[in-house]
């Protein structure tokens, strides 16, 4: 069966330092993979996704980044974190065929002070 | 670009009391898809409605497809305090993508 992780779990960290979120996929090959962000009781904007290795699609402009070095892994970055990128972070997967539903991983809750 | 919107935006029913929200777009939707995000949680897909006028249930909860494939809803019969969470509705955007466009979500709470 396919899992998908995500850590760390929570993340305190203050204005102006990096970021780097990670998750993994495990159990099928080739899938979609998409980074959203979801303020506190807000609906879930989409940040970036990617089909394939290396391919990032950018949905919103921001400081925030986001790498695809292999199959199942997916990166977002930031160089420096403003306090507007307080957020609960989640990862998703799809399995790329139309019609695809998305699962998504247990989240990162990032506070930025 | 392509929006879907959903009402209401939050719902305070007593347990035993019936749920609904309800979907809406101004295009053709392909297909639709319904979430649920117990609070604390991360969305959990629950089912995916893609024919003209389909209805499908699981357990209490009844999804349906409108005619046009325009609209969608969902309802809950005899609410219970395992249902509270935020329910989002989410189809593919128009033209066709990998991506999901979701709605703001119905934010249910049940008073027991």
């Known amino acids: 069966s396919q899992t998908i992780h995500q850590w760390p779990a929570t993340l305190v960290q203050p204005v102006g330092s990096p970021l780097s979120l990670e998750c993994t996929v495990e159990?099928?090959?080739?899938?979609?993979l998409y980074w959203y962000r979801q303020a506190a009781g807000r609906g879930l904007q989409l940040l970036f996704y990617?089909?394939?290795?290396?391919?990032i699609s950018s949905e919103v402009p921001q400081n925030l980044s986001a790498s695809r070095p292999q199959d199942r892994q997916f990166i977002l970055s930031s160089k420096k974190l403003l306090l507007s990128d307080s957020g609960f972070y989640l990862c998703?997967?799809?399995?790329?065929?139309?019609?695809?539903?998305?699962?998504f991983g247990p989240g990162t809750r990032l506070t930025v002070l | 670009g392509q929006q879907v919107m959903q009402i209401p935006q939050y719902q305070h029913v007593q347990e035993g009391e019936d749920f609904t929200t309800y979907c809406n777009s101004s295009?053709?939707?392909?297909?639709i898809q319904w979430y649920k995000q117990r609070p604390g949680g991360h969305p959990v897909f629950l089912i995916q409605?893609?024919?003209?006028?389909e209805v499908k249930k699981q357990k209490r909860l009844t999804f349906q497809f409108g005619e046009a494939k325009k609209n969608s809803s969902l309802h809950i019969t005899a609410t219970q305090t395992t249902d509270v969470g935020t329910y989002f509705c989410?189809?593919?955007?128009?033209?066709?993508?990998?991506?999901?466009?979701f709605g703001k979500g119905t934010k249910l709470t049940v008073n027991p």
């Open positions: 998703a997967w799809g399995a790329g065929a139309a019609y695809n539903e998305q699962f």
């Open positions: 159990g099928t090959s080739n899938p979609n």
């Open positions: 990617s089909v394939g290795i290396g391919q």
């Open positions: 295009t053709t939707l392909s297909n």
């Open positions: 409605l893609v024919k003209s006028g």
């Open positions: 989410a189809a593919p955007p128009q033209g066709g993508s990998e991506k999901l466009v």
